[in-house]
């Protein structure tokens, strides 16, 4: 019997890492991607814990680790620069690797891109799927050119913005968290190994994460009434001026922000859509499925387990449409977990009556949750 044929809709961290998965699993793997090569934004990326474990079960970490930053501590300063407190970050049970890991986006795909064509994946670039309908005990696709096409199982994994997703599922709508946050890669000094939080006022939080011995990022959350993005070319000023109070190593870094195009800005959204997260033998996946706030830094990892619990789900033997009955099953209540003390974490940060101790709490209890099997 042929194997059955997969398309997976988008080439990020979650289409990528379903085609590895599903492909290793002897399924045929077609990817598709709208852009004519993977792009991800140039920006940093926080790899926590559950991240690493799923790198590691997709067989990729060891690589990631070369290129990427290990982070074993983070310090906590005040708005000054004084170091309040610096805790060491334990790896997570099961992995061999350090607590963190700092990379960039990137280099991040390029590795996963290598491990999709060793895996076999047929990756179709400036393929733009704008329409995925159950068909029986298959699906069919249409690209942008009007081609259609009939597979056994399609995967939606076209990031937060799917239009495949709202034709399908229902249009989403996200809710604005009034917060958003600019990201710029700086140059920093081969010594500072450490993440840091950048203790801010009420409305301003920033914080460093090295992604090379002498790259970093430098993260800043802010409070905003709009959803509008500000020009490109005004964002390193913005930025700068958002942390203009702060001394120490945020001001060193501060004063290193370079050109447009190395910040970038994005308002903060969120939201889940409702299980099941199939119709017939559509399933949706990563962002398209749950889009978070970064304060977890789980968005990554929670890409990561899908892609791991769908291919994990259609290998146990019995039929595609259990498989993702299942698939659904694990995936929801997980990510609504994650989502919702991502948006907690997010809301409290911009109220003037944030208790910093509710805020830890949830944080504390959240690193727990994710640590668990999922
Ligand atoms: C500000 C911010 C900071 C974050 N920081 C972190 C962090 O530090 N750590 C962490 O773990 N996570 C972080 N995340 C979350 C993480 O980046 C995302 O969860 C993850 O990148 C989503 O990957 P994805 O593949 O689901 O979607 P995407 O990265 O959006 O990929 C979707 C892909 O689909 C393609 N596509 C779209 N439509 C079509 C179509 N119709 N046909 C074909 N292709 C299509 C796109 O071109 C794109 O390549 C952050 C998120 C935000 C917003």
């Not at 620069?81 to 280099?107: D, F, H, K, Q, Y």
Request: with cysteine; net charge negative; glycine share 10%.
């Amino acid at each position: 019997m042929n194997a059955p044929r997969v398309l997976v809709v988008g080439g990020g961290v979650t289409g990528t890492s379903v085609a590895i998965a599903l492909s290793r699993q002897g399924l045929s793997v077609r990817l598709a991607e709208r852009e004519p090569e993977f792009r991800p934004l140039g920006s940093g990326i926080t790899l926590a814990g559950p991240a690493l474990r799923g790198l590691d079960r997709l067989g990729v970490l060891e690589r990631s680790l070369e290129v990427g930053a290990a982070i074993e501590k983070i310090a906590t300063t005040d708005i000054a620069g004084n170091v309040l407190r610096s805790i060491s970050l334990p790896p997570m049970t099961g992995v061999n690797g350090p607590g963190m890991l700092g990379m960039m986006r990137p280099a991040l795909q390029d590795i996963l891109a290598a491990e999709a064509e060793a895996a076999g994946v047929d990756i179709a670039f400036g393929t733009e799927i704008v329409a995925a309908e159950p068909d029986g005990d298959g699906a069919i696709v249409t690209t942008g050119d009007d081609v259609r096409e009939r597979f056994d199982l399609v995967v939606l994994a076209d990031g937060w913005r799917s239009r495949t997703r709202d034709v399908l599922f229902g249009r989403v709508e996200p809710a604005f968290r009034r917060q958003a946050v600019f990201r710029a890669v700086v140059p920093k000094a081969r010594d500072i190994t450490t993440g840091f939080l950048f203790h801010g006022h009420e409305h301003v939080h920033s914080g460093l994460t090295p992604t090379g011995p002498e790259t970093a990022y430098m993260f800043c959350l802010v409070a905003v009434d709009t959803k509008e993005r500000p020009p490109r070319a005004r964002l390193p000023q913005l930025m700068r001026e958002h942390l203009r109070d702060f001394g120490g190593l945020a001001a060193q870094m501060r004063d290193a922000i370079g050109g447009p195009d190395t910040v970038d800005y994005r308002p903060l959204e969120s939201f889940i859509v409702r299980a099941p997260w199939c119709r017939g033998r559509v399933a949706v996946a990563g962002d398209a499925a749950h889009l978070t706030t970064p304060h977890l830094a789980a968005g990554g990892a929670m890409c990561l387990e899908d892609a791991l619990v769908l291919a994990e789900e259609l290998g146990r033997g019995d039929t595609i449409d259990e498989g993702l009955r299942r698939y659904s099953e694990r995936r929801f209540e997980r990510s609504r977990y994650v989502v919702e003390a991502s948006v907690f974490l997010s809301d409290g940060q911009m109220r003037p009556d944030n208790d910093p101790e509710a805020h830890n709490a949830r944080y504390a209890e959240a690193v727990g949750f994710l640590a668990q099997e999922y």
